[in-house]
């Protein structure tokens, strides 16, 4: 099923949440629904869940309307929301068989659900713990199980990895491009190296409007005309060196270099390169250049550059 949102607007008084976004989700598709905290994202994914109604716009799924018929899309949905949604004292078969009731699945089914959801989620040796003695991973397993357990077209997931260890999270990730291979998948996060490893596209979101939407190699060319540099030299100290490549007239923006203690990252003005003024300005100072590499654009400056407060 096809997730089509179209000119959606949604407001909380005065503010708006989101900001006239469209955008569209196609089946067999992981979308990576990116933002920083209070950009809109979960609010966003109320509205496709039904859970919110837009105050402008229309919201599609399969066809069906969120304004028109929401019970369909609900039907057609499962959700994990950042809170996991569990009962701690239940077994996890019995919680299972609880969420098959509330989605009414018929009784002789139940059963041949479960065993498929405590495959498909790797549960087959906690499946008879209680829920609150499992691991944070296992829960988030349990929680993906109740959201697909009535086998949705659509899976929305917001923040799946949040809280788990990295082998946890490695295991979450595998999951959900194994779902997403049948299903339409919405996966909400602030993690960039977690979209970027499971996602199909990605669609950044910033002040309830959306800033960017593509391939994460897509978003990397778009960026490719301003140039990133590593700089360092021998010779002057690293304020000296900072101040310097700020006087020249192809620096943007100078930064110092992650771990890499007076060496800096600069960008260059769009459509110029620096290599050669920072070339001159080393030899007219007498210093001797020790690094001037190119850095490819990494999604995280993409996002910091798309996310930057005005």
């Not at 109604?53 to 499962?78: H, K, L």
């Not at 949604?85 to 098959?100: G, Q, R």
């Not at 590593?230 to 304020?239: F, I, K, L």
Request: proline content about 6%.
């Amino acid at each position: 099923m096809d997730i089509v949102v179209r000119n959606v607007t949604k407001r909380y008084g005065p503010q708006k949440a989101i900001d006239n976004i469209s955008f569209t989700v196609h089946t067999g598709e992981v979308l990576g629904f990116l933002g920083p905290n209070g950009a809109g994202k979960t609010t966003t994914m109320k509205a496709i869940t039904c859970f919110i109604s837009p105050d402008e716009g229309d919201i599609a799924v399969g066809g069906y309307s969120s304004r028109e018929n929401p019970e369909a899309i609900r039907d057609n949905i499962g959700y994990l929301p950042e809170t996991n949604p569990l009962y701690p004292e239940m077994p996890v078969i019995d919680y299972l068989w609880f969420i098959a009731e509330l989605h009414r699945i018929p009784h002789d089914e139940i059963p041949s659900r479960i065993l498929q959801m405590v495959k498909t989620c790797g549960l087959e040796g906690e499946k008879h713990k209680k829920i609150g003695e499992l691991s944070k991973g296992y829960k988030q397993r349990v929680g993906l199980a109740q959201a697909l357990i009535h086998d949705p077209a659509v899976l929305i997931l917001d923040e799946p990895t949040s809280g788990l260890d990295p082998n946890q999270i490695v295991e979450i990730r595998e999951l959900i491009r194994k779902i997403g291979r049948e299903k339409t998948v919405i996966l909400c996060s602030h993690i960039l190296a977690e979209v970027e490893a499971t996602c199909d596209r990605i669609v950044i979101i910033h002040k309830g409007k959306i800033v960017a939407d593509g391939t994460a190699p897509d978003l990397r060319k778009r960026a490719q005309g301003r140039e990133i540099l590593r700089v360092a030299a021998e010779g002057p100290d690293a304020q000296a060196l900072s101040d310097a490549l700020l006087q020249l007239p192809s620096v943007a923006l100078v930064d110092p270099a992650h771990h890499i203690p007076g060496a800096f990252e600069i960008q260059s003005v769009d459509g110029q390169s620096s290599k050669r003024q920072i070339f001159d300005m080393c030899v007219k100072n007498g210093w001797y250049l020790s690094e001037l590499t190119p850095i490819e654009t990494k999604l995280e400056d993409i996002f910091r550059e798309l996310t930057r407060s005005n």
